[in-house]
């Protein structure tokens, strides 16, 4: 990619935060920013964002659930931007499958369009990116700036949304590595992890608590019985998910691990605030 | 002689009437012979009372205003909302705290929102109406609050939500927070306050009681007037 | 319309691809919790079979879109997930009351259960 071969210059790069990352998710936003700005990169916030509607809608007819993707797409353009890096896996997934649509579709694109006629016309200009995306052709600056060697051993979770569906994929999508490569970098050791890319049961939470507590029982345990300390991750349902339905584990034989974003190791590993153990 | 009245056609609820040029909805209404018993209050756009949707003559556009202040135009097709059905939350401003969740727990609808941008269309006050509901959505009560300031509750965001969300009740919300927990505290307010409370002022009070209405007029009229200043906010 | 031919309009997807061979079954993390197994449903909707909409399996679903990428078939399972919830959301059915969930849950969770669970 062509960010990653900037090394040393100092570059900005419009970032889109998602409802999340302003409430539950504060410490992901705070730790990336962090993290980011000791590899010589700014995000700068977009001045105006709007929810991105999460879960991308499926139905071939369902366009009014695209229009927050496209309208959020159609401010990093205005705002003078042609690349956009959002941190919640989910927003990710959202903004990357409309934009794909943007590129490929034009008669949804033309019924967009002529719907939102405040906005500018939107084709698929932006590129929307993740950090880990970024991350993958920072291998040395990464390292130089490690001075706090991690020591623990985590379990990387991916859940779906960064690698499904494939054409969204920020990596393999069935073996992924990109997060395993980033925490040895940083001076972690990885664990085998057969759940690393299995649903967390996501929006269940709303409506099926004991599936979700379930979901977190089968893949905590899983990573725990790997040798774990640790769990790594990049999405804040599926931090939520695994790190507050461990409180609702009533098995005995369960013994909890503590959950954090990519970014936080970073910033632990760069010499900035400690990760929470739990 | 009288100039002659130069006319339009507009249609009321689907049925053709001529009215003076000039006139505002409101008024064209009453000229054509309806009353308003509901939908009708301050006649001057602050009371939100009287909101009405219009189509033009060959324009898809469905218009959202207030029909006190929209001059009615040839060919204009128009009814008024008397009234917006909206649920209101229930809630103790003295008990509820004002954190990141408190809006969406109190309307989980906002969550809703797909930016469409339909209740910023039609707001007559123009205000980005999508935007304070985005930032009801995400917590930021300040936002929405400042955002919101100068809403009139005629509704018209929450009849044209397809989201089904009633935008001026959050906002409401949110400013009412934002007033009780989070804006800066007004320390000269609270002052005075006190010494009204204190009975610093008592004396004076039980004189002016005692003045006829002509006296006290005389005194009105020959007020000192503060000149108009910035609030002081915590910080100063 | 039949269902078929509304599943099919709603999702893009051809249901008669299917071969049944369970791949997506095998991958779905939320099995566990369904009464329908995923390639059922395909089954259930080629049959015409209408007590497929009441089933609980497509509002267990969580779109995570395993089924979809293994599919040696290449049909879009998630999508059929997703057409079958749009049927009932459409006749204004909602499979969930917004204003009773529990308090104090993340907007992400919020916002994805107003999208898959309300019309």
């Known amino acids: ?278 | 002689m009288q100039r002659k009245m130069k006319m339009v056609r507009i249609y009321i609820m689907g049925k053709e009437y001529r009215v003076p040029e000039g006139l505002t909805i409101m008024k064209a209404m009453e000229y054509a012979g309806y009353r308003y018993i509901r939908g009708a209050g301050c006649r001057a756009g602050f009371c939100g009372a009287c909101a009405t949707v219009y189509r033009k003559e060959g324009d898809y556009k469905l218009y959202a205003d207030l029909a006190c202040q929209t001059t009615v135009e040839d060919g204009m097709y128009l009814v008024q909302l008397p009234f917006t059905p909206a649920n209101k939350a229930i809630y103790d401003l003295e008990k509820i705290k004002a954190d990141d969740k408190t809006l969406v727990n109190f309307y989980p609808e906002i969550a809703r929102c797909v930016s469409c941008n339909t209740c910023t269309k039609a707001c007559p006050q123009e205000l980005d109406v999508m935007d304070y509901i985005q930032a009801s959505l995400r917590g930021d009560i300040a936002k929405a609050a400042e955002l919101s300031f100068d809403c009139i509750q005629c509704g018209l965001c929450a009849l044209r939500c397809p989201a089904e969300i009633v935008h001026y009740h959050v906002a409401q919300l949110a400013r009412r927070l934002y007033g009780k927990y989070l804006a800066p505290k007004a320390k000269h307010l609270e002052k005075r306050v006190k010494e009204i409370e204190e009975g610093k002022f008592d004396a004076e009070l039980k004189k002016m009681m005692k003045k006829s209405i002509e006296e006290l007029r005389k005194m009105y009229n020959a007020r000192d007037i503060e000149p108009e200043e910035e609030m002081p906010t915590e910080s100063d | 319309m039949d269902l078929l031919a509304k599943v099919e309009e709603l999702s893009g997807e051809n249901l008669y691809a299917c071969y049944q061979c369970g791949k997506c079954s095998a991958g779905c993390p939320m099995v566990d919790q369904m009464d329908l197994l995923p390639n059922q449903v395909i089954l259930y909707v080629i049959r015409n079979d209408e007590s497929v909409v009441e089933a609980k399996t497509p509002w267990i679903c969580a779109q995570c879109y395993q089924c979809g990428t293994r599919c040696p078939r290449n049909v879009d399972i998630t999508k059929i997930m997703e057409a079958l919830r749009l049927i009932k959301l459409r006749k204004n059915i909602d499979y969930l009351k917004i204003g009773k969930v529990k308090k104090n849950l993340p907007q992400i969770a919020v916002v994805s259960a107003t999208r898959k669970y309300t019309g």
Not at chain 1, 12 to 37: D, M, Q, R, V, W
Not at chain 1, 112 to 122: Q, V
Not at chain 1, 160 to 178: F, T
């Open chain 1, 1 to 278: 990619m062509q960010l990653a071969n900037i090394q040393g210059e100092k570059m900005e790069i419009a970032y889109y935060p998602g409802c999340t990352l302003k409430t539950n998710a504060k410490e992901f936003e705070e730790s990336t920013i962090e993290a980011f700005k000791k590899l010589g990169i700014e995000l700068k916030e977009l001045n105006k964002w709007y929810c991105c509607g999460t879960v991308y809608s499926l139905a071939t007819d369902n366009l009014m659930y695209r229009l927050a993707a496209i309208r959020n797409l159609i401010k990093v353009k205005e705002e003078g931007y042609d690349k956009v890096v959002t941190l919640c896996s989910i927003c990710y997934n959202t903004l990357k499958q409309a934009n794909l649509m943007a590129q490929q579709d034009e008669e949804a694109m033309y019924k967009i369009n002529s719907f939102m006629d405040e906005e500018p016309d939107y084709h698929g200009e932006v590129e929307v990116l993740h950090p880990l995306e970024i991350l993958k052709g920072m291998e040395e600056k990464i390292k130089e700036n490690v001075v706090k060697p991690l020591n623990k051993k985590y379990a990387v979770y991916y859940g779906c949304l960064l690698l499904r569906p494939k054409e969204v994929a920020i990596d393999e999508y069935e073996n992924p590595s990109v997060m395993e490569k980033l925490v040895e970098m940083l001076g972690g050791s990885v664990v085998n992890f057969p759940f690393k890319n299995e649903c967390c049961g996501a929006y269940n939470v709303v409506s099926d608590r004991e599936a979700v507590v379930e979901r977190c029982y089968r893949i905590v345990g899983n990573a725990r019985k790997n040798g774990a300390d640790a769990i790594v991750t990049s999405c804040p349902l599926c931090h939520f998910n695994l790190s507050e339905m461990q409180k609702e584990i009533k098995k005995t034989d369960f013994v909890g691990l503590p959950i954090y974003y990519f970014s936080q190791l970073m910033v632990e590993a760069f010499g900035g605030r400690k990760c929470k153990e739990k």
